[in-house]
């Protein structure tokens, strides 16, 4: 018995010693000589088209900021000579029309250009304070809870405090720095208050403009004072204040004008607006030889240098340019539309 299953059991026993070491070596030929699996090939396909379309899209953006680079550049060197030009075109009409006598003393001294420089320094303060006092009151809420209280007690009580605190400062000597400093400051808040109502509704590409055109119109009427024959402009003082008087007139016209006279109120409006522009241009020319006239005074002794007043007349003419500037800018968008 023993035998016999010593018989059945030894060509088994051969037979698996001799095929498992030939199947196992088979089996590792399979294994080494068995094509790669699609799917490692499929994924690195995708892997290496999101590469490629990642470094597409960088480019692409990369090219498109480039562009947009380029174009911003562009623009700002095309507002830029835009406004020289409109300055330059400015400058020379308003010349030819007005400085056809220039001074007779071989050109403007040191201390009137001083003093000249120095008014038109605390000019652009004042309008700065202006600007940055305006942008406040609009970023608090301030402007908004002004419109909505009585427009009459916010009109007069600003008016009042405009003249009250111009008159003030007017009326400190110089050589008091920190009170006529510190009117010259409520005056410049009171003048943002009027002002600040356009930076809340207006917008601002259209407030940039209005700014440009008035500096180019100033700064043209200003180098034609400067340069103009002595107290030439002085004497339309008194005409520039009757025409203050007209143009205040048709600004209140509305009050009184009913509403259904349109023609009416339309030619009111043009004079406001035109008649305007005109009239605290005029008053430019005059302010700058007024500071002419006052630095040649006080280069005599007759008067202190005070460029903190002069610098008020300047900021008003400029103001009031400026407003109806935004007016006209804002009248020729709406046609448009």
């Given at each position: 018995m023993s035998f016999t299953l010593s018989i059945q059991q030894g060509p088994a026993r051969i037979a698996q010693q001799r095929l498992l070491p030939a199947f196992r070596t088979s089996m590792r030929s399979f294994h080494q000589q068995a094509p790669k699996k699609p799917s490692s090939a499929f994924f690195s396909s995708r892997i290496a088209s999101a590469t490629t379309r990642h470094g597409f899209a960088r480019s692409y953006y990369q090219e498109a900021a480039t562009r947009q680079e380029s174009v911003t550049s562009g623009t700002g060197l095309r507002r830029l000579l835009v406004g020289g030009a409109i300055?330059?075109?400015?400058?020379?009409?308003?010349?030819?029309?007005?400085?056809?006598?220039t001074r007779e003393d071989g050109g403007m001294p040191l201390f009137e250009r001083e003093y000249l420089n120095n008014t038109f320094l605390h000019t652009g303060l004042g309008i700065g304070i202006i600007g940055l006092t305006a942008r406040q009151m609009v970023q608090t809420g301030f402007v908004y809870r002004l419109m909505v209280t009585n427009p009459w007690v916010v009109g007069l009580g600003g008016l009042a405090l405009s003249f009250a605190t111009m008159i003030g400062t007017r009326s400190i000597s110089p050589d008091n720095y920190v009170p006529k400093y510190a009117l010259w400051t409520a005056f410049n808040a009171t003048q943002a208050a009027f002002v600040a109502p356009m930076l809340a509704f207006v917008p601002v590409p259209l407030l940039a403009r209005a700014g440009?055109?008035?500096?180019?119109?100033?700064?043209?009427?200003?180098?034609?004072?400067?340069?103009?024959?002595?107290?030439?402009?002085?004497?339309i003082g008194g005409p520039l204040l009757a025409g203050a008087a007209i143009i205040a007139a048709s600004g209140l016209a509305p009050l009184v004008i009913p509403a259904t006279a349109v023609r009416t109120l339309a030619f009111s409006q043009n004079i406001w607006l035109y008649g305007g522009l005109a009239v605290f241009g005029g008053f430019t020319l005059y302010d700058v030889q007024k500071v002419l006239h006052h630095a040649r005074l006080a280069q005599a002794g007759v008067i202190k240098r005070d460029p903190v007043n002069e610098s008020i007349s300047l900021e008003l003419d400029f103001l009031n340019i400026f407003i109806r500037m935004v007016q006209i800018l804002m009248m020729n968008q709406n046609r448009r539309k």
């Open positions: 300055f330059g075109g400015t400058l020379v009409a308003i010349n030819t029309v007005f400085n056809r006598e440009l055109y008035t500096v180019a119109m100033m700064g043209a009427l200003s180098v034609v004072g400067a340069t103009a024959k002595q107290e030439k402009y002085l004497y």
